[in-house]
């Protein structure tokens, strides 16, 4: 069991959608790598959320990290989201369903308290509804006997952040969004977030833009700075404020994702590939 304290942010997280039964091992190739934020859902539609948890303790047992020494973040995902493999009773109240998605994801993660608890997104694409304002209370009081440290939501839009704090003063510590370039990179949500202290954290950075990782400005970058045009892209996403993720298979990425954390933009660099497409 995770007793110890838990660090404080690491720079980049380590996404474990997609995995299926590489999960375990790549959750502990990323440790070993040097990861140490993790992020699951217990959603089986696209996480293997127990594997992650064979993957911690085989890492534990090799000594290459220690509980204390993790940031570990999952999810709350709604019925719509999940498939027949589902982590609750569907029958039962969304309060209910809340406690039981976290104490199964307690026992998947063989922990008893995670750093982070994620609502996957709302119930609705047009606004806070009272379903979500329900599933919120119920992550509060998770959170309140000290099954989570920190709260966040994902997926949402700034008419979704702006609901949810017109019925609750108090913001959530993480947004979590698919960051799209040709949207200037989330720049409304961002821009909410960074007015009131949330972490915005940053998925799909290089898939959801191809055309970024292709630009001349982004080319030439990397090759002066000796860097790939994907390190760029993620140094770029820390200095502007996000904490990126990183769902990578591939322990050369994961070397050079990790690496990037020391690569340095200039200001007129960072304004030019935040602008270059919208
Ligand atoms: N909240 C949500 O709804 C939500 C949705 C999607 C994802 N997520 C989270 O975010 C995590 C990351 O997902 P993602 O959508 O960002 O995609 P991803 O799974 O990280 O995929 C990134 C792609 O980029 C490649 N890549 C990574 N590092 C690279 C590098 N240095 N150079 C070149 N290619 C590189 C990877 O290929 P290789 O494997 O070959 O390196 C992979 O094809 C997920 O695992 C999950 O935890 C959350």
Redesign the pocket.
Same mark, same amino acid.
């Given at each position: 069991m995770r007793t110890n304290q838990s660090p404080t942010l690491p720079d980049f *997280?380590?996404?474990?959608?997609?995995?299926e039964d590489r999960t375990p091992a790549l959750v502990e190739l990323a440790l070993g790598m040097g990861f140490r934020g993790i $992020?699951?859902?217990n959603q089986r539609r &696209?996480?293997f959320e127990a594997g992650v948890g064979q993957g911690l303790a085989a890492a534990y047992r090799a000594e290459i990290v220690t509980h204390g020494d993790l940031f570990l973040q999952t999810?709350f995902t709604y019925r719509p989201g999940q498939d027949h493999r589902l982590p609750y009773d569907p029958a039962a109240s969304l309060t209910v369903q809340v406690a039981q998605s976290m104490a199964s994801s307690l026992e998947h993660l063989e922990t008893d308290y995670v750093d982070s608890y994620?609502l &996957?997104?709302p119930a609705s694409g047009y606004g806070w509804t009272d379903a979500d304002a329900e599933v919120w209370e119920a992550m509060r009081k998770e959170r309140d006997a000290r099954r989570t440290r920190l709260l966040g939501v !994902? #997926?949402v839009s700034l008419e979704h952040l702006e609901q949810m704090a017109a019925a609750d003063p108090e913001p959530p510590t993480f947004v %979590? #969004?698919?960051c799209y370039a040709r949207f200037g990179w989330d720049r409304e949500v961002r821009l909410f977030c960074r007015e009131r202290k949330i972490i915005y954290q940053?998925? !799909? *950075?290089?898939?959801?833009n191809p055309e970024i *990782?292709h630009h001349p400005l982004v080319m030439g970058l990397a090759t002066r700075a000796n860097a790939?045009?994907?390190?760029i892209v993620?140094s770029f996403a820390r200095t502007i404020g996000m904490l990126p993720?990183?769902?990578? !298979?591939?322990a050369? &990425?994961?070397k %050079? $994702?990790l690496a990037?954390t020391n690569l340095v933009l200039e200001p007129d660099a960072v304004q030019a590939i935040e602008s270059l497409f919208g």
């Open positions: *997280l380590y996404g474990t959608a997609w995995k $992020d699951t859902a &696209h996480y999810k994620v &996957h997104g !994902s #997926n %979590q #969004n698919r940053g998925f !799909s *950075l290089l898939t959801a *990782l790939t045009p994907a390190q993620f993720l990183t769902g990578t !298979s591939s050369e &990425h994961m %050079q $994702d990037s």
